[in-house]
C-alpha cells in the first residue's frame, strides 16, 4: 500500500517545537497502520509512537506548560543537577488507573501490555526518550477519596500524546497515538499531529511580582492538633506500639488565584538544584512539588535509591549553616530516625539483588528550605525487575510511612486529621523497558484556581518534641509558601 502524507508541509518547520519531515509523519502513519492490524487481532487497542530530535537547547518544560489547553493532561519530571534531565509531556492517549492494596501491579500489569504490543520506533536506551507512561500514586491504597484530589487516582499513570526528554541541552520528542479496531489510521495521525504542529517553544510564565491580592495563609487544622497528634505518637512509641511515625499538616494559601502553576515550577527549577522539580495537572488541578527524596530508579539491573530522614534549618550565614549541620549530624534522635529507614530500605532490595550498597554513615545535603541527613544505597538486580515492583516494594519508606509498618500506617489517617492525597506518594515515569525514575513527592501543593494546599511531614520518635515537630513543618513548607503566598 502506498504511503500517504498526511500533512502538506514539504519540510520541517523549524518555528516549531517538534519539527516534523514530511518522512517523520509518514513513518507514525505506518506504525498507525500497523498498530491497527495488531488491534483488530487482539481485539484491544495498540499504540504507535515515533521519536524524532527537537532543537538543541529547547525549553521543553517551558514549552509544554506554555503549550498546554485547559483541562489537558499534562506533566513535568525535572533534575536540574543531573544534566538538567527533564521529562514534559503533553495530552493522554491512553490512562491506567487502579485502587486498593494491588494497584501497583494492576498498572505494572497494563503497562506492561500496552509497551509489548506498542508499534514505534527502536530505542536508543536513553532515559526518559521514547514510549513512556507517566504520573504518580497516593500515599495511601485509597488515597486521593476527597473532592480536592479530583482526577488524581489512588494509582494513574497515563501515555502522553507528547512527550519532550532532555539532557545536557539535547532534546529528543516521542509522538503517540492510540489504535483501536475501528479506528481510521489516517484520520487519527492528522489530528494528533495537527495538535503536535500547535506546540510553539516556550519558557515559563513570570510571577507578578506584586499582585494586587494579597494572599491568606491558615492551617487547614488547628497547629495545635498538630502538637497534640504528636505527643500522641510519642505515647504510642513509648508504649511499645511502634518505632516510629511520620506525621503531616496541611496550611492553605487563599484569597487571590492560584499563581499559574508553570510560573510556579520555573521558580521552583532555578531555586532548586538537589531536587526533582515535579508536576502532574489533571482538570484544572495541578499536583507540584520540589522534592529531595528519590524512591527509586532503575536502569536495566542497576537500582538508585536514597534514604532520607532527619531535618534541620538552613541559614544565609554560611558559618551558621555549618553549625546547624554539625549538629544536625550529631542528634541522636535524627540519627535514630534516619537508620530506621536505612534498614529498611536495604531489607527490601536484598532478596532481590545480588549485591546492595549504602554510605557506612549518612551526610548532610541541602535541598530547598532545609538541610537533611541521607544515605545513597545502590543495588545490582539479581534479574529483570521492573521500577514499578521496586516502587511497590520501597513505598511508603519509614522516611514518610513508619516502622513498623503494619502498626503505624493504619493509625496516620486519624492522627493527621487529612486526605494526603498524592502528598508522599511516588511520582514519576516508566518507559517501555521497565526502567524508570519515581521520587517521594515531598514540599508538595495541590493548586486550584482560588486555592492551594501544601503539605509537610515530620517523622516522630522516642524523643520527639511536639513544639520542634511543629517547627520542622514550618522550615518544610518554607519551599512552596513564599512563591504561592508573596
Known amino acids: 500500500m502506498p504511503t500517504t502524507?498526511?500533512?502538506?508541509?514539504?519540510?520541517?518547520?523549524?518555528?516549531?517545537?517538534?519539527?516534523?519531515?514530511?518522512?517523520?509523519?509518514?513513518?507514525?502513519?505506518?506504525?498507525?497502520?500497523?498498530?491497527?492490524?495488531?488491534?483488530?487481532?487482539?481485539?484491544?487497542?495498540?499504540?504507535?509512537?515515533?521519536?524524532?530530535?527537537?532543537?538543541?537547547?529547547?525549553?521543553?518544560?517551558?514549552?509544554?506548560?506554555?503549550?498546554?489547553?485547559?483541562?489537558?493532561?499534562?506533566?513535568?519530571?525535572?533534575?536540574?543537577?543531573?544534566?538538567?534531565?527533564?521529562?514534559?509531556?503533553l495530552g493522554a492517549v491512553e490512562t491506567l488507573e487502579a485502587s486498593g492494596p494491588s494497584r501497583f501491579g494492576a498498572v505494572a500489569r497494563a503497562w506492561g501490555a500496552l509497551a509489548a504490543d506498542a508499534a514505534c520506533d527502536p530505542s536508543l536506551g536513553a532515559e526518559a526518550e521514547g514510549l513512556v507512561a507517566v504520573g504518580g500514586f497516593s500515599f495511601a491504597d485509597d488515597g486521593g477519596r476527597t473532592p480536592a484530589?479530583?482526577?488524581?487516582?489512588?494509582?494513574?499513570?497515563?501515555?502522553?500524546?507528547?512527550?519532550?526528554?532532555?539532557?545536557?541541552?539535547?532534546?529528543?520528542?516521542?509522538?503517540?497515538v492510540r489504535v483501536a479496531p475501528l479506528d481510521d489510521p489516517e484520520a487519527l495521525v492528522a489530528r494528533t499531529l495537527a495538535r503536535v504542529d500547535e506546540v510553539l517553544p516556550g519558557h515559563p510564565l513570570l510571577l507578578d511580582p506584586d499582585p494586587v491580592q494579597k494572599a491568606r495563609v491558615v492551617s487547614a487544622l488547628p497547629p495545635a492538633h498538630y502538637e497534640h497528634a504528636v505527643a500522641s505518637g510519642v505515647r504510642m512509641i513509648r508504649e511499645g506500639a511502634f518505632e516510629k511515625i511520620v506525621l503531616a499538616r496541611e496550611v492553605q494559601?487563599?484569597?487571590?488565584?492560584?499563581?499559574?502553576?508553570?510560573?510556579?515550577?520555573?521558580?521552583?527549577?532555578?531555586?532548586?538544584?538537589?531536587?526533582?522539580?515535579?508536576a502532574v495537572g489533571r482538570g484544572d488541578r495541578t499536583f507540584i512539588a520540589a522534592t529531595p527524596e528519590l524512591l527509586?530508579?532503575?536502569?536495566?539491573?542497576?537500582?538508585?535509591?536514597?534514604?532520607?530522614?532527619?531535618?534541620?534549618?538552613?541559614?544565609?550565614?554560611?558559618?551558621?549553616?555549618?553549625?546547624?549541620?554539625?549538629?544536625?549530624?550529631?542528634?541522636?534522635?535524627?540519627?535514630?530516625?534516619?537508620?530506621?529507614?536505612?534498614?529498611?530500605?536495604?531489607?527490601?532490595l536484598d532478596d532481590l539483588a545480588i549485591w546492595t550498597t549504602a554510605a557506612p554513615r549518612p551526610e548532610v545535603v541541602k535541598a530547598a528550605s532545609a538541610q537533611h541527613l541521607a544515605t545513597p544505597i545502590r543495588a545490582h538486580l539479581a534479574s529483570s525487575v521492573g521500577v514499578l515492583d521496586l516502587v511497590e516494594r520501597l513505598h511508603p519508606t519509614p522516611a514518610v510511612g513508619g516502622f513498623p509498618e503494619p502498626a503505624a500506617l493504619p493509625l496516620?489517617?486519624?492522627?493527621?486529621?487529612?486526605?494526603?492525597?498524592?502528598y508522599a506518594g511516588p511520582v514519576g515515569w516508566i518507559d517501555a523497558a521497565g526502567d524508570g525514575d519515581f521520587s517521594v513527592a515531598l514540599r508538595s501543593a495541590l493548586l486550584e484556581p482560588e486555592l492551594a494546599r501544601c503539605y509537610a511531614g515530620v517523622g516522630v520518635v522516642e524523643g520527639s518534641d511536639p513544639a520542634a515537630e511543629l517547627a520542622e513543618t514550618e522550615t518544610k513548607l518554607q519551599a512552596l509558601l513564599p512563591v504561592l503566598s508573596a
Not at 514549552?63 to 485547559?70: E, K, N
Not at 487563599?254 to 532548586?272: E, H
Request: contains cysteine.
Open 296 to 348: 527509586v530508579r532503575r536502569a536495566g539491573n542497576r537500582v538508585a535509591t536514597l534514604a532520607l530522614a532527619g531535618t534541620t534549618g538552613r541559614s544565609s550565614d554560611p558559618a551558621v549553616e555549618t553549625h546547624l549541620g554539625e549538629h544536625l549530624l550529631r542528634s541522636a534522635k535524627n540519627r535514630e530516625e534516619h537508620a530506621i529507614v536505612v534498614r529498611r530500605i536495604l531489607a527490601r
Open 253 to 278: 494559601v487563599a484569597g487571590r488565584p492560584v499563581p499559574d502553576a508553570g510560573a510556579v515550577l520555573g521558580v521552583l527549577r532555578d531555586a532548586y538544584d538537589g531536587c526533582a522539580v515535579l
Open 149 to 176: 484530589w479530583d482526577g488524581f487516582a489512588a494509582a494513574s499513570l497515563v501515555v502522553p500524546l507528547l512527550a519532550l526528554a532532555g539532557r545536557d541541552g539535547r532534546v529528543r520528542a516521542t509522538i503517540a
Open 5 to 89: 502524507v498526511v500533512s502538506g508541509a514539504r519540510s520541517a518547520d523549524r518555528s516549531r517545537a517538534v519539527p516534523l519531515a514530511v518522512a517523520d509523519r509518514d513513518r507514525l502513519l505506518r506504525h498507525a497502520r500497523t498498530a491497527l492490524r495488531r488491534a483488530q487481532r487482539s481485539h484491544r487497542p495498540v499504540l504507535a509512537a515515533i521519536t524524532v530530535d527537537a532543537p538543541d537547547g529547547l525549553d521543553a518544560m517551558g514549552t509544554i506548560t506554555t503549550a498546554r489547553r485547559t483541562g489537558e493532561p499534562w506533566s513535568v519530571y525535572g533534575q536540574r543537577d543531573r544534566g538538567g534531565q527533564v521529562l514534559a509531556t
Open 412 to 422: 496516620i489517617p486519624a492522627l493527621e486529621g487529612l486526605d494526603r492525597g498524592w
